[in-house]
């Protein structure tokens, strides 16, 4: 509502009597959720994963253990119910968003937090208190809003050494068995992950990498590996904000939202592309337009995304290798340095190879290295020149 991204709390040092003022303001009169899952389902996403509760504690649905929510605000609608109720109408799975950390609360351990130590708490936390009330929560979200797909925590960071040191113990004990416990007990389909910037932990059923594609860490954050038993998760965002940020028109074009979603398939990792709405519930018009467009680019080419499995090839200079069933995509993000590429090692017979969706036969020549293919990549460059091995 500030315009200033969802950390403008602890970014400005806010105090919690002064930040609860926003209660009486905060109408995003022009929230749509229709809109927001239809918006999503012609981008080609396939789920929504909604902020249910940021660090900031103010909970976006009418739950009975907080009176900081969005149905106490002039808005007064339960907004999750309304995007449960799209999602289901249109066939889309819903995932929630869940911060364990909280700059709110005087129950959370603020003392031994990384932030939220500006925000004028001087009572002395109880975790057991603060376990309890996120127990209560998730049951709330688990039992009312129908199926739930995933429950994306954030925050345990807060009480680590910061990401690459030597020593990343927790200095609480967040009693994880308990809360992954009472998540599958309550759906037992419900996949939990845990955004700490480590190697996953027992309970959780897949692991995602924040503002990095799986192995790289670009950002900061991420020294863990990429898991190989488990689904993986690549998060970013439309500009350099995860909320809504009035000054930031750093936003990804086209051709950076094809390559991060390709980069992604590529790393057998789906792509969680974050859109903060405005002050006023709806999605601006930089993002809309983009993701319209990445939609359409899928309508062409999705099925060398979706369904796929990444990782036959390690990254090369030239793109990444998917494949599904007997259909092999050879996305080329840039322009090879020869005439030709190898994949090595190849052995399945071959039927034919052609740039994919125009049916061009492309030259190829199998030795004994593998095989090499002449991609005939286009003199004016492309988004993404996908190339498409069928195998017998």
């Known amino acids: 509502m500030l315009g200033n991204g969802e950390w403008v709390m602890n970014n400005r040092k806010i105090k919690i009597e002064d930040y609860k003022r926003y209660l009486r303001v905060f109408n995003p009169i022009d929230f749509d959720a229709e809109k927001w899952v239809l918006s999503a389902k012609n981008a080609g996403m396939k789920y929504i994963v909604f902020i249910t509760r940021h660090h900031d504690g103010f909970s976006n649905w009418d739950t009975k253990y907080s009176d900081w929510k969005i149905t106490n605000t002039p808005y007064g609608k339960d907004a999750l119910k309304m995007l449960a109720a799209a999602c289901k109408k249109y066939d889309m799975k819903l995932g929630l968003y869940y911060s364990t950390l909280d700059w709110y609360r005087n129950d959370y351990p603020y003392e031994t937090g990384r932030t939220g130590q500006a925000s004028g708490r001087t009572?002395?936390?109880?975790?057991?208190?603060?376990?309890?009330?996120?127990?209560?929560?998730?049951?709330?979200?688990?039992?009312?809003?129908?199926?739930?797909?995933?429950?994306?925590?954030?925050?345990?960071?807060?009480?680590?050494?910061?990401?690459?040191s030597a020593d990343r113990t927790s200095r609480i004990d967040w009693k994880y068995d308990e809360i992954y416990g009472l998540i599958h007990t309550l759906q037992p389909a419900c996949i939990v992950g845990n955004n700490h910037h480590l190697d996953p932990i027992s309970g959780e059923d897949f692991q995602m990498f924040e503002k990095d594609l799986p192995g790289e860490n670009t950002s900061g954050f991420n020294f863990q590996q990429p898991s190989a038993a488990m689904p993986i998760e690549t998060c970013?965002?439309?500009?350099?904000?995860?909320?809504?940020?009035?000054?930031?028109?750093?936003?990804?074009?086209l051709k950076q939202v094809i390559h991060l979603l390709v980069n992604s398939a590529g790393r057998n990792a789906n792509l969680l592309l974050n859109v903060g709405p405005m002050p006023n519930g709806e999605i601006q018009k930089e993002f809309s337009d983009t993701l319209l467009a990445a939609g359409n680019w899928l309508k062409q080419y999705g099925a060398s995304i979706y369904n796929t499995r990444g990782k036959l090839l390690p990254p090369q200079t030239w793109g990444v290798v998917t494949r599904h069933d007997k259909q092999i995509y050879l996305h080329l993000l840039?322009?090879?340095?020869?005439?030709?590429?190898?994949?090595?090692?190849?052995?399945?017979?071959?039927?034919?190879?052609?740039?994919?969706?125009?049916?061009?036969?492309?030259?190829?020549n199998k030795v004994p290295e593998g095989i090499f293919i002449y991609p005939e990549y286009p003199a004016g460059g492309a988004i993404d020149h996908v190339v498409q091995v069928n195998v017998k």
């Open 334 to 364: 840039k322009q090879p340095q020869t005439a030709f590429i190898l994949l090595p090692g190849f052995s399945e017979a071959i039927s034919s190879i052609e740039i994919m969706g125009t049916g061009k036969k492309l030259k190829w």
């Open 236 to 253: 970013e965002t439309m500009n350099d904000s995860w909320g809504y940020n009035v000054t930031d028109r750093n936003y990804k074009t």
């Open 123 to 164: 009572e002395k936390s109880n975790y057991a208190s603060y376990l309890q009330f996120m127990k209560n929560q998730l049951t709330e979200l688990l039992t009312n809003y129908g199926t739930i797909m995933s429950i994306w925590f954030d925050g345990h960071w807060d009480q680590t050494n910061y990401e690459g």
